[in-house]
């Protein structure tokens, strides 16, 4: 498994950064697939991986699907029985994505306990979007939802990855 810096939407962000209470928040980054060009297909600089459909495609676009990998570095846990879903979302005009944006792909909820037992450290997530849904977006972020109780511990490193490795053996 590969993580592309450029790619990543998260490289260790403390819940507490994204999940002070339950709600809807954006986790770390949110890529611009067109490399801040004004336009999808713009021209770039020489030597500059490019937008989808660009000059110089970047990576994502040379896939079939886009997998994101959601990875605790630290055991997530609720003062209650809090809840956690993890979303890779697009939207087409803006990189606000917590309103209007197209859902990609979404973990099972998952509930966060007092001991961190059921998102130990250590654990993987995997979101996998198809390609063709990309087309026509040009933010892509991940959207942590939190429900029920607030996260009062917790880190993830998140990214896009290429040639991802089985999560089941």
């Known amino acids: 498994m590969i993580f592309d810096k450029q790619n990543q939407f998260s490289a260790g962000k403390l819940a507490a950064e994204f999940t002070r209470t339950a709600g809807t928040s954006i986790l770390g980054d949110v890529i611009d697939l067109w490399g801040g060009n004004a336009a999808q297909g713009s021209p770039l600089p020489q030597g ?34 809090g809840t956690v ?15 209007g944006a197209t859902i990609l792909s979404a973990t099972q909820s998952v509930t966060a306990d007092a001991a961190g037992a059921n998102l130990p450290a250590g654990t993987i997530l995997k979101l996998t979007g198809d390609i063709g849904k990309i087309d026509g977006l040009r933010y ?14 917790g880190m993830v490193a998140a990214g896009i990855v290429r040639d991802g490795q089985s999560l089941y053996g």
């Open 85 to 99: 879903i993890f979303q890779l979302v697009g939207k087409a005009a803006d990189a606000t994505l917590t309103a």
């Open 48 to 81: 500059v991986n490019g937008p989808i459909g660009g000059p110089g495609v970047a990576l994502i676009g040379r896939l079939d699907e886009i997998e994101v990998y959601v990875q605790c570095t630290e055991a997530f846990v609720s003062g209650g029985t």
């Open 140 to 153: 892509l972020g991940i959207l942590v939802i939190v429900g029920t109780a607030t996260m009062t511990a």
